[in-house]
């Protein structure tokens, strides 16, 4: 029970991490990883209301209607990033003002839309809350190891600390948007290598837990919709485990 | 209807309304406690910020309306609540690369600078004392608008320097502590006396256009059914740089065939500066030098030292002159065949729908 808690917590950091593997949230994190200052603030924003939607949501979720289950999270996470947006200017306007319009950008990150969609309406809070942690801290590392190589590479400086060594080596392209997309790939590539499944994953062995055209497509499983589309039977044992899990 | 309001469709509409009254209730508290906090902090950076350039004043956080005549480099205007004055906050692209300069300036009620403060600077070339933050606004405290224009600060960046005295300019004017300068140095019936006598035979039936989307160029003179044209260019810089006016003609091939210095008005030579302007015959060459060019080889033209800036805009001008659209003679008849195709068009549209109804109907 314990092990499955911790699982779950640490499976966004590398296994399913949402920028790296899952290749979510492409947007801020291209656009808030020319400095780890700002990578870091936009990562706690973004943790602290994926926790706090995904609690909600996971609270909510044998209330909330299936038809409108979509325009209700995008309210409670509009509020959250309101609540932390508030919190911000009051008390960190430095931040604020240097997260600027990503900050409110933050309610249409796919990253918190999608964990409460495949997890939260799913799963009891506890879970949900570690979830949302452990994919939170997922984007805050997967931004700071951006935001390390192109703001140490491409401008010279650690947090905004200059360091005097790399003054005249500097790669200016990095703290550009090709230089970001540059980086984006080769993190992407590194972590693929030394993640726990090598390669593109398998269609089949997805489920259609999680799938948001789960209750228009009919299917029992991606492995039986995967092999109509191609003319074939789905493997029976496949299409088994696939029931099993839905 | 009834069939439509059962629990089932009701269900998601009350879900939905009390989740955005519990999320509006929060953001309510959380505003509560933020908002004294984020009002404290604006206050206290506009009044930092205001108050650099208004020692001791009070503001409200919110600007005032901006008067529909306000020039465009006020971005806005702050009273001071007791009475002190003024602070304009302004914002000119009148700089060399026509990039964003922000100024702040403090005026009291005697129309004087109480402080002035660069709060941005994009020009690509900024000495120290021109950065946000550095001592320039010090030249202009006590200054009023008339002093403005003759001060002499040793800024070395004409452009700069003559981009925010304009924008000083437009505060005084819109404060009403100076009158607005007149777009053009002097009347439409006198500048086409000049052109008829530069133009020659023919002049009795020019007609005048005024240049659409040109910096320069501000009128153009052309005869009907003719290809060549004459332009009249001008750059008003407020202060700071100098004032020229000239007429280029243009022939059939687009080619200069004659230009005409009407004006070439130089700062006075500042010796500490160590400028020496070029002298009369110099800048009559200067002149000389466009005559048979074309848009290709213009730029060829060198530009006078001592003058720089304004030889550059003369040659600027040139080329705007030898590239602007000329209005065609016949555009009022085109555009009447233009509508009376679209006319004739929409009216034979409608008149087809109504006769295919109509036979329909019969059938």
């Avoid at chain 2, 044209?229 to 022939?251: A, H, M």
């Avoid at chain 2, 213009?298 to 304004?310: D, K, M």
Wanted: one cysteine or more.
């Amino acid at each position: 029970m314990k092990n499955n808690k911790l699982s779950i917590l640490l499976r966004g950091l590398i296994a399913e991490n949402p920028v790296l593997v899952l290749v979510l949230g492409t947007c801020p994190t291209l656009a808030q990883s020319t400095s780890v200052i700002a990578a870091l603030s936009m990562g706690i924003a973004a943790t602290l209301v994926l926790v706090c939607s995904n609690m909600v949501i996971s609270v909510l979720r044998k209330i909330i209607p299936d038809t409108v289950r979509i325009p209700c999270y995008i309210v409670v996470i509009a509020g959250f990033v309101t609540v932390v947006q508030l919190l911000m200017q009051a008390y960190l306007p430095d931040l604020y003002k240097m997260m600027g319009v990503y900050l409110a950008l933050i309610v249409v990150n796919c990253i918190i839309l999608g964990r409460a969609e495949m997890f939260a309406r799913k799963n009891n809070v506890i879970d949900s809350a570690l979830d949302g942690l452990g994919m939170g801290l997922g984007f805050l590392l997967a931004l700071l190891a951006m935001a390390t190589i192109r703001e140490v590479f491409g401008n010279g400086s650690f947090a905004g600390i200059e360091i005097s060594f790399l003054a005249d080596y500097k790669i200016p392209i990095l703290t550009q948007a090709p230089g970001g997309f540059l980086v984006f790939g080769i993190l992407i590539a590194i972590v693929n290598k030394i993640g726990p499944k090598k390669g593109a994953e398998k269609r089949k062995n997805f489920s259609c837990e999680g799938c948001p055209s789960a209750s228009l497509c009919g299917k029992v499983s991606c492995a039986e919709n995967c092999e109509l589309v191609a003319g074939g039977e789905p493997d029976a044992a496949d299409t088994k485990k696939e029931e099993g899990n839905a | 209807m009834k069939n439509m309001i059962n629990k089932k469709n009701l269900m998601p509409v009350i879900v939905l309304g009390v989740i955005c009254l519990a999320v509006a209730l929060l953001m309510g508290a959380v505003n509560m406690i933020a908002a004294p906090e984020i009002k404290a902090r604006n206050d206290k950076a506009i009044a930092d910020s205001l108050g650099k350039v208004m020692p001791d004043g009070e503001f409200d956080e919110k600007e005032d309306a901006l008067r529909k005549d306000a020039p465009e480099t006020i971005s806005k205007v702050y009273t001071e609540k007791t009475g002190k004055g003024t602070v304009v906050v302004l914002v000119t692209k009148k700089g060399y690369t026509g990039k964003d300069i922000g100024i702040t300036v403090g005026i009291d009620n005697d129309g004087k600078i109480t402080g002035m403060e660069i709060t941005q600077n994009d020009e690509s070339i900024v000495p120290s004392e021109l950065k946000p933050g550095g001592s320039y606004g010090e030249h202009y405290v006590g200054k009023g608008a008339g002093d403005v224009a003759e001060l002499v600060t040793g800024a070395t960046v004409a452009f700069t320097e003559s981009a925010i005295k304009g924008a000083l300019t437009d505060a005084f004017v819109y404060l009403g502590f100076a009158e607005e300068k007149p777009e053009l140095p002097r009347d439409e019936a006198e500048i086409f006396e000049l052109v008829k006598a530069f133009y020659g035979e023919g002049a009795e039936n020019l007609v005048s256009y005024t240049a659409e989307d040109a910096t320069y160029v501000k009128r153009i003179y052309k005869e009907k059914g003719k290809a060549s044209y004459v332009t009249y260019s001008f750059v008003y810089s407020q202060y700071g740089t100098p004032e020229f006016e000239f007429l280029t003609y243009v022939d059939e091939s687009r080619k200069v065939a004659d230009i005409e210095k009407i004006l070439w008005k130089v700062s006075d030579p500042k010796p500490e500066w160590g400028y020496i302007p070029p002298s009369d015959s110099e800048v009559d060459a200067f002149f000389e030098s466009f005559v048979g060019k074309t848009v290709s080889n213009v730029s060829e033209v060198e530009i006078e030292t001592g003058a720089t800036n304004t030889a550059g805009r003369v040659r600027d001008a040139a080329r705007e002159s030898l590239e602007i659209t000329i209005p065609e003679d016949g555009s009022y008849a085109s555009r009447i065949i233009g509508i009376a195709a679209v006319v004739l068009a929409v009216g034979g549209f409608i008149a087809y729908a109504i006769i295919d109804k109509r036979r329909r109907t019969a059938k």
